[in-house]
């Protein structure tokens, strides 16, 4: 009898096994077939996003208005602390790379910097790549050590945690993609940004002339 016993409860235990397998079938089988229906629906929707695939429009446009600040702390004051300003665009925009405006880190007697500020009166979110052209000339250290800041959206202010660090070794023209910073204008209907002379000792005095200056818009 026990060993009766013994196999009874064995029995009732492989049946309970048993039970336990199929109920897992059954929720295999209905996982599956949930996994089946969204697979499906991605694959008509990936379809569909490459129909619908905007063609890419590259833009190619002037400053609609670009200043020279002058005994200005570059990388913090704003627009409205500058002790004197300029109004470049006409020099920006003459087809003439020798006539434009200087940038200077330290300047010599003063103390401050001289920069520029270039603005074009665009949506930023409308396009998903933005880039700068400028032309660099007169050169008086190589390589020069330069640095874009984005404003902030009452546009006297730059936003000093957004910015984007390089350098030129010569004479002619630089694209600079400040997509990465452009977005924080998401939304304002213009883009602003600030090009100064960076705070290296081989800029310290030292000037660069930015000669014509163009925005690379593509969307
Ligand atoms: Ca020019």
């Known amino acids: 009898m026990p060993f009766l016993f013994k196999q ?13 397998s199929l109920g897992n ?16 629906n991605s ?14 429009i590259i833009t190619i446009s002037d400053p609609d208005s670009a200043t ?27 087809d003439d790379t020798i006539t434009g405006g200087k940038i200077i880190y330290n ?23 933005v880039e700068i052209r400028v032309y660099f000339s007169a050169l008086e250290v190589i390589p020069y050590d330069w640095r874009i ?34 977005d924080q204008l998401d939304g304002q209907g213009f883009m602003k940004i600030r090009l100064i002379s960076s705070m290296s000792n081989r800029n310290k005095g030292k000037i660069i002339t930015v000669s014509e200056m163009e925005w690379i818009l593509t969307s």
Request: negative net charge; proline residues 3%.
């Open 8 to 20: 009874e409860r064995r029995k009732k235990l492989l049946m309970i096994a048993n039970k336990g």
């Open 25 to 40: 079938i059954i929720f295999v089988a209905a996982f599956l077939f949930l996994i089946l229906v969204p697979t499906t």
């Open 43 to 56: 694959l008509i929707l990936y379809t569909a996003t490459i129909v619908i695939t905007p063609q890419q």
């Open 68 to 94: 020279m600040l002058v005994a200005i702390t570059a990388e913090s004051g704003a627009d409205s602390s500058a002790t004197t300003s300029a109004d470049i665009l006409n020099l920006l925009v003459d």
């Open 107 to 129: 300047h010599p007697g003063n103390n401050k910097d001289v920069c520029h500020w270039y603005r074009l009166n665009s949506e930023p979110s409308d396009y998903f790549k």
């Open 149 to 182: 800041y984005i404003y902030q959206s009452n546009a006297d202010n730059i936003n000093t945690g957004y910015y984007i660090d390089g350098s030129s070794s010569a004479t002619g023209w630089t694209t600079i993609d400040v997509s990465s910073i452009i």
